[in-house]
């Protein structure tokens, strides 16, 4: 079942900030999303030009929705 798990990029490993409770040796599928300064943000910058009513919520919602769509692929 797909989990959001934030994790800190340091000295070369992506370090979870919160117990994981998995097996030894289980592989997973990492998503990378990057922060505020994200693609997704300046799209939003973007959009915003053509539908200025149209909030960052629901923008997120949108990116979120994808996002969700692309991890059941895997």
């Known amino acids: 079942m797909p989990r959001v798990i934030r994790a800190r990029y ?10 994981l409770e998995m ?3 289980e592989e997973v599928v ?9 693609l997704a943000q300046k799209f939003y910058g ?11 919520s629901e ?3 949108v990116i ?3 996002e969700n769509e692309d991890i059941r692929g895997f």
Not at 10 to 19: F, I, R, T
Not at 30 to 38: M, R
């Open 10 to 19: 340091e000295n070369g490993v992506l370090k979870p900030l919160e117990p």
């Open 64 to 66: 979120e929705e994808i």
């Open 30 to 38: 990492i998503v990378l999303k990057a922060g505020e300064g994200s």
């Open 23 to 25: 097996k030894e040796g």
């Open 59 to 61: 923008f997120l919602e």
């Open 46 to 56: 973007i959009v915003r030009k053509h539908r200025p009513k149209l909030t960052r």
